[in-house]
Nanobody, 128 residues
Framework: VQLAESGGALVQPGGSLRLSCAAS????????MGWFRQAPGKGREGVAC????????YYADGVKGRFTISRDNAKKTVYLQMNSLKPEDTAVYYC??????????????????????WGQGTQVTVSS
C-alpha cells in the first residue's frame, strides 16, 4: 500500500494550494481518509477527514471555512483545497487512510495514532 501526497509549495499569505493524495496497491478500500499536519517542534494534528463512502467531512476549527477536503473514489484520491492560507498553516502535510469504521470527529482527533497507512508528507510553507 502506498499513499503519495503532492502539491505542497511555498505560497504567500492569502494564497491557495491544492494537495492531492493518491492511493495505490490498496486491496481493501479505506473507510476514511484524512489530512494531518506537523509543524516544526509540534505534534501531528488533524486538519480534515472524509468518509470515503458518503463524503461526509469534518474539519479542525482553525481551518473551517478555508479548507475543503474531497475525494474521487474512482481515482482512489483525496484532495485538500486550501484557501486564505496563513503563516501558521506552515507544516508538513500528511495523508492517512483508515479501513475500520470510525466517526469523523474521532478520526480527526485520534487519527494520527490510529490510521492504518500514511504517506511521506508534502511541505507547505506560507511566507511573504
Amino acid at each position: 500500500v502506498q499513499l503519495a501526497e503532492s502539491g505542497g509549495a511555498l505560497v504567500q499569505p492569502g494564497g491557495s494550494l491544492r494537495l492531492s493524495c493518491a492511493a495505490s496497491g490498496v486491496t481493501l478500500d479505506y473507510y476514511a481518509m484524512g489530512w494531518f499536519r506537523q509543524a516544526p517542534g509540534k505534534g501531528r494534528e488533524g486538519v480534515a477527514c472524509i468518509n470515503m463512502d458518503d463524503g461526509r467531512a469534518y474539519y479542525a476549527d482553525g481551518v473551517k471555512g478555508r479548507f475543503t477536503i474531497s475525494r474521487d473514489n474512482a481515482k482512489k484520491t483525496v484532495y485538500l483545497q486550501m484557501n486564505s492560507l496563513k503563516p501558521e498553516d506552515t507544516a508538513v502535510y500528511y495523508c492517512g487512510g483508515e479501513r475500520d469504521p470510525v466517526r469523523m470527529d474521532v478520526a480527526l482527533e485520534y487519527g494520527s495514532g490510529m490510521f492504518d497507512d500514511w504517506g511521506q508528507g508534502t511541505q507547505v510553507t506560507v511566507s511573504s
